[in-house]
C-alpha cells in the first residue's frame, strides 16, 4: 500500500462546476498538507498547504484536512478551463523535509 | 513568490555523454535542494537531497556515481547525468527549501526534459 492514495483520473468536468480532489494517506504522523498543480511540462507550482486539521481558503480553492480520518481535499469553485492541469497532492512529516506525494490527479475542465 | 530556474530547459543528447542540469534558487537562499524525475503520467520520484556544503542524500535505487549532484553555494546545485543512456530521458524537476520560510516550502524549478538518443 502506497503512503499516499491519488485517483490519477482524469477528471473532467464542465467550465462553472465545483471540483473535489482527494488524498487518503496512512502515516498519522504527517503534519504538513500540500496540494500542488502541475501543467504540462512544467515543474509544480504550490497551491495551498494546510498545516494538521482544518479548512484554509484561497479564492476559489478550499483545502481541507481530517486528520482523524486521513483524508485531504481541495475544492475549486466556479472551475475555469485555464484550471485543466494535473493536481498533485503531498505531505510532510515534522521531522524532516522529504514530501511525500500522490500520484496526482488529472483535471480537464470543459468550456 | 519564490523562484528557482533550471538550465537548460531542454536537452537532447546522445548515448554516452554526460549533461549537466544547473538549478538556481533566484532570490532566496537554499540550504537544501531536491532533486526529482517524473515519467510521462506520473508522479514526481525523489531522487536525492542536495545540502550545501556536504554529500548527497541518495535515494534507494538511485545510483549515486550516475547521477553526480554537487551543491556548491546557498543558491546553486547541479545535477550531472554521466554517460547518459536512453533510459535516463526524463523530465528532471529541482526544488528548494526557503531557509527563511516558517515551515518546510519548496519552491519548484521548470524542469529540464532530457531525451538521450
Known amino acids: 500500500q502506497k503512503e499516499v492514495e491519488q485517483d490519477p483520473g482524469p477528471l473532467s468536468v464542465p467550465e462553472g462546476a465545483i471540483v473535489s480532489l482527494n488524498c487518503t494517506y496512512s502515516n498519522s504522523a504527517f503534519q504538513y498538507f500540500m496540494w500542488y498543480r502541475q501543467y504540462s511540462r512544467k515543474g509544480p507550482e504550490l497551491l495551498m498547504y494546510?498545516?494538521s486539521s482544518g479548512n484554509k481558503e484561497d479564492g476559489r480553492f478550499t483545502a481541507q484536512v481530517d486528520k482523524s480520518s486521513k483524508y485531504i481535499s481541495l475544492f475549486i469553485r466556479d472551475s475555469q478551463p485555464s484550471d485543466s492541469a494535473t493536481y498533485l497532492c503531498a505531505m510532510i512529516l515534522n521531522s524532516n523535509y522529504q514530501l511525500i506525494w500522490g500520484a496526482g490527479t488529472k483535471l480537464i475542465i470543459k468550456p | 513568490g519564490a523562484v528557482v530556474s533550471q538550465h537548460p530547459s531542454w536537452v537532447i543528447c546522445k548515448s554516452g555523454t554526460s549533461v549537466k542540469i544547473e538549478c538556481r534558487s533566484l532570490?532566496?537562499?537554499?540550504?537544501?535542494m531536491f532533486w526529482y524525475r517524473q515519467f510521462p503520467k506520473q508522479s514526481l520520484m525523489l531522487m536525492a537531497t542536495s545540502n550545501e556544503g556536504s554529500k548527497a542524500t541518495y535515494e534507494q535505487g538511485v545510483e549515486k556515481d550516475k547521477f553526480l549532484i554537487n551543491h556548491a553555494s546557498l543558491t546553486l546545485s547541479t545535477l550531472t547525468v554521466t554517460s547518459a543512456h536512453p533510459e535516463d530521458s526524463s523530465f528532471y524537476i529541482c526544488?528548494?527549501?526557503?531557509?527563511?520560510?516558517?515551515?518546510?516550502?519548496?519552491?519548484f524549478g521548470p524542469g529540464t526534459r532530457l531525451t538521450v538518443l
Open positions: 526544488s528548494a527549501r526557503d531557509m527563511s520560510a516558517t515551515y518546510n516550502e519548496q519552491f
Open positions: 532570490d532566496f537562499q537554499a540550504t537544501t
Open positions: 494546510t498545516y
